[in-house]
């Protein structure tokens, strides 16, 4: 099947070949799965995402028909996966955050106290998944608003190392929060 170009798979596909979907899973699986980390950042997620992209092309192959590349049809089926994740997490936190004001009109506390703990929770494991300098430098900024000169001068460092360390940080918070990031932001700046 070396040979085949993408329409003869294709074919071969509509046809029900199963052989032509592993040669399609051959050719292009090392390529998406590369693509989806890259933006999903969760090996398992992006492995449950290629399987479901080729679940999906296998059940409606017969509806499939190309105009360009396989390659660059199977890409952007993926990259509209992603970013349909990542609407329904961010729709999901939303929604998390919306019952949680709702409730909290009907229970004044108890329910925004358990959502917030969680929050706190996710946070706290994602701020001890840092190195520990970089937990440190975190901690100091924001746990006792410190200023970064003042860390930079009692850890010995530079200034500039501090605000990289900051940043690094907080990106690799963003990505571990997830679907919590919309309830992070809205208790961030609410608590300010």
């Given amino acids: 099947m070396l040979e085949l170009n993408d329409a003869s798979l294709m074919a071969m596909l509509q046809d029900g070949d199963r052989k032509a979907l592993q040669e399609i899973y051959r050719r292009h699986s090392a390529f998406l799965f590369s693509y989806a980390y890259k933006r999903l950042r969760s090996w398992d997620d992006s492995k449950d995402m290629i399987q479901d992209l080729f679940l999906n092309l296998w059940i409606k192959r017969q509806q499939i028909y190309l105009k360009g590349s396989l390659g660059a049809y199977l890409t952007l089926c993926l990259r509209n996966k992603i970013i349909d994740s990542h609407h329904s997490r961010t729709v999901r936190a939303a929604y998390l955050l919306g019952q949680m004001n709702e409730n909290t009109e009907r229970d004044n506390s108890t329910t925004e106290q358990i959502g917030y703990n969680e929050l706190v929770q996710t946070i706290q494991k994602g701020i001890n998944k840092l190195p520990p300098k970089m937990q440190q430098i975190y901690r100091l900024r924001k746990v006792e608003d410190r200023k970064i000169e003042e ?16 940043s690094t940080a907080l990106k690799k918070l963003r990505l571990s929060l997830g679907e919590y990031i919309i309830l992070f932001i809205v208790f961030f700046f609410h608590a300010n």
Avoid at 158 to 166: A, P
């Fill in 151 to 166: 860390i930079a001068s009692e850890l010995d460092i530079s200034v500039q190392t501090v605000k990289n360390q900051l």
